[in-house]
T-cell receptor
Framework: GEDVEQSLFLSVREGDSSVINCTYT??????LYWYKQEPGAGLQLLTY?????DMKQDQRLTVLLNKKDKHLSLRIADTQTGDSAIYFC???????????FGGGTRLMVKP | DAGVIQSPRHEVTEMGQEVTLRCKPI?????LFWYRQTMMRGLELLIY????????DSGMPEDRFSAKMPNASFSTLKIQPSEPRDSAVYFC?????????????FGQGTRLTVV
């Protein structure tokens, strides 16, 4: 089955950039997603990238995909205290709508 | 659309009682997922449906857990009898087949506490 790994925790200072990393094993993934979960809430889609892309930028968010190394990253520029949350990467395979989630990275932003 | 709606938001029950969690997916979505989230095990997929039919229930922990989807707008997850180790946040999510992507929309979750 698919293995999706994320580091558990990341701490940054307000205004710095945050980089959250995700590694996976199944190279057949078509869409790769980043979700954000704030305390007491469900997961909310932040952004996604299609597997034939290397990079996608959306305002403060930059997604990088290295298919050779099976590595996905999310960069948040000018990180704010409101960005403190758990971030999940998720992968979709070719068939079906099932997503495989990583364990989540808890981002703490210090003022 | 109001998004995926789950009820109740919080449930506290005694060990041995039956618990029923409810989910209303987004209208038009043809996939529905039930997840469980705990500190120890993270986010686990329990079961998912496509067009109201259960496709994969391999994540259901044991026979005490059952899920149904009688129609396209409603699903239940039942635990009978409940145990303290079932305490977790249970999420329902739905998605739509089309356009390639499978963005899953999550509900707010039901926080279950079994005492």
């Amino acid at each position: 089955g698919e293995d999706v790994e994320q580091s558990l925790f990341l701490s940054v200072r307000e205004g710095d950039s945050s980089v959250i990393n995700c590694t996976y094993t199944d190279s057949s993934s078509t869409y790769l997603y980043w979700y954000k979960q704030e305390p007491g809430a469900g997961l909310q889609l932040l952004t996604y990238i299609f597997s034939n892309m290397d990079m996608k930028q959306d305002q403060r968010l930059t997604v990088l995909l290295n298919k050779k190394d099976k590595h996905l990253s999310l960069r948040i520029a000018d990180t704010q205290t409101g960005d403190s949350a758990i971030y999940f990467c998720a992968l979709q395979r070719n068939a079906g709508n099932m997503l495989t989630f990583g364990g989540g990275t808890r981002l703490m932003v210090k003022p | 659309d109001a998004g995926v709606i789950q009820s109740p938001r919080h449930e506290v029950t005694e060990m041995g009682q039956e618990v029923t969690l409810r989910c209303k997916p987004i209208s038009g979505h043809d996939y529905l997922f039930w997840y469980r989230q705990t500190m120890m095990r993270g986010l686990e997929l329990l079961i998912y449906f496509n067009n109201n039919v259960p496709i994969d229930d391999s994540g259901m922990p044991e026979d005490r857990f059952s899920a149904k989807m009688p129609n396209a707008s409603f699903s239940t997850l039942k635990i009978q009898p409940s145990e303290p180790r079932d305490s977790a946040v249970y999420f329902c999510a739905s998605s739509f087949t089309g356009g390639g992507g499978a963005e899953a929309f999550f509900g707010q979750g039901t926080r279950l506490t079994v005492v």
